[in-house]
């Protein structure tokens, strides 16, 4: 049981490349977040969806695009990085009471 | 939009002190959670608070629900080096459609031994 596992670690892009940050979660859980943590701005929600198929805005989604085709994935994508987007992005699943949190992808933008 | 506060953003004590962070929200919660997130860690769930007025333990560390519901605490008794991270509070909306959490802007706390 690995609970929520997030690929890369660690990346350095370009401005204008694009990538996508892979979250997988092994619980069975429906709902999923993409967080992004900033020093002193504490955890701030980018998007999540409540179950497989569907995905919502969270507070700071500009940027972003995410699916959930599997219910065990949740993908962040970056169409075109840039360096506001320097970032450590966290992925939760929830069981209904706590989140469970991925160890964090460290993003650099250049 | 909702907001979750928290003071102080930063703390360091004495090993041995006690260390108190508060947490408030400009909306009333259904309920609140702790988490704790080591450095260089991810956020790691402490505890859960969903009762008006309630108060919950773990070993050294109490946990505070307020009357109305929109803010709380969470007090370490001599703390120890271990007890270094930043802790965050997350509120749920009251009625909200989802599970969907509001984090605090955290508090770092420094541990000298």
């Known amino acids: 049981n690995a609970g929520v596992t997030q690929t890369p670690k660690f990346r350095v892009l370009k401005t204008g490349q694009s990538m996508t940050l892979l979250c997988a979660q092994d619980m069975n859980h429906e709902y999923m977040y993409w967080y992004r943590q900033d020093p002193g701005m504490g955890l701030r929600l980018i998007h999540y969806?409540?179950?497989?198929?569907?995905?919502a805005k969270g507070e700071v989604p500009d940027g972003y695009n995410v699916s959930r085709l599997k219910k065990q994935n949740f993908l962040l994508g970056l169409e075109s990085a840039a360096p506001s987007q320097t970032s450590v992005y966290f992925c939760a699943s929830d069981n209904g009471r706590e989140e469970n949190f991925g160890e964090g992808s460290w993003l650099t933008v250049v | 939009g909702q907001q979750v506060m928290q003071i102080p953003q930063y703390q360091h004590v004495q090993e041995g002190e006690d260390f108190t962070t508060y947490c408030n929200s400009s909306t009333t919660l259904s309920n609140i959670q702790w988490y704790k997130q080591r450095p260089g860690g991810h956020p790691v769930f402490l505890i859960q608070l969903v009762k008006s007025g309630e108060v919950k333990k773990q070993k050294r560390l109490t946990f505070q629900f307020g009357e109305a519901k929109k803010n709380s605490s969470l007090h370490i008794t001599a703390t120890q080096t271990t007890d270094v991270g930043t802790y965050f509070c997350a509120g749920q909306r009251y009625g909200g459609a989802t599970n969907k959490l509001i984090f605090g802007t955290g508090t770092l706390l420094a541990v000298q031994p």
């Open positions: 969806s409540v179950g497989e198929g569907t995905t």
